[in-house]
């Protein structure tokens, strides 16, 4: 049995530190140090000490006393300070290459995305690209005297240890060690899969201020987020953190069987929910493309705008998605019995009339559909997301070990 580690002084802090950032994230108002203390559990004294530190660091900063009743002292709020800290998440998609820069106050300092089909690139090819967009990035970020907490890159496929990927089958990528590009060890990289990272995007106040908008999720909420495009991914996130999986490729909704003698999948299997409900598949079923045709991202304007003028082709590959999509989301929360269901990509581009459409079929399908009642919505962050969440993994590094970037003195 190994030997349980004792936690010292520094660890408390570390913890305690980390807690502290976390519930200035989440909270939709700025807080005083007695409101951080007595929410946390923390003596006022140690919350002084905390807070000092992270106020000489530049990672918070005192707003206008308020009186928070009509006796007693004014309190201070504290609230992130705005233009010291942030994180980089990039990323490699089908559908384009970028990067977004977050400030841990939640604004976006500089964002970049160069949309183009991005099927059967060279990985050298595509690192290269990111590599030339990333450098006057990071000259910009320093003179601006911002210090970045991580960097995080976003893949569409299967990830391990944080940088390997394993495969990217519409990329027709398998097993890179991702360490050796120049822009990830520069930036000292994790990568994650892509739809786990645009399910991070959706947690509110996960590692940057909590945005002010009108979102029925809380921060230690529990859904389903699944990613759309050319595949389909998904991730499982439950009271507020991401469910991996033993392996850390828990969420593949897109490759649900939803038809054991349907087509043949890049996975290798038949039938797979992506080869119905994916870009590709329906910009083909459409009658837009063939082959590589189909794949250009120019076809996903002209999709839309074929189904909503009644074109008969688009209407029946949309309808057949639909299904398709409502027999994989069933099984997901028979399965796993999440009632929140963010569904992101392509398919948040088709309005709420069909939001509402397919949240009616998913609600007809589950086994507890007398008791449960499935919520399917279109998420907040629908720019990027995979790539807005992997700036906020890459912040992340700071709440999950502040004294590793604080200077005492
Ligand atoms: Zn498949």
Redesign the pocket.
Known sequence: MPAARRIGQDDLRNHNMSVVLSTVARSRTPMSRAALAKSIGLTKATMSLLTDILLKNGVLRELAPVSESSYGRPATPLAFESGRWAGIGMQINTDGVGYLALDISGGVVLSDWHERTMVNVNPATAFAELDDMMRPVERELAERGYRVAGSSLALPGLVTNGDRLLVA?NFGWHDIDLNRYPVFSRLSATADNEATLAAIAQIPGYASQRADRDWPLGPLDSFVYVSTDIGIGGAYVREGQIVRGDHGFAGEI??I?VDLRGTL?????HG????IAGRRALAVAAGLGDGDAAVRTELLPDLYAAWRGGDTKAALAVENALSALAAALASTVNMIDMENIVLGGLWSGFGDGLRADLERRVQAQILARDAARVRLMFPPVTEHPAMHGAAVMGLRRLFDNPMGFMSVD
């Not at 999948?265 to 299997?269: I, K, L, N, T, W």
């Open positions: 089958r897109g490759h069987c999948c890049r996975c290798g299997r797979c929910l992506e080869t």
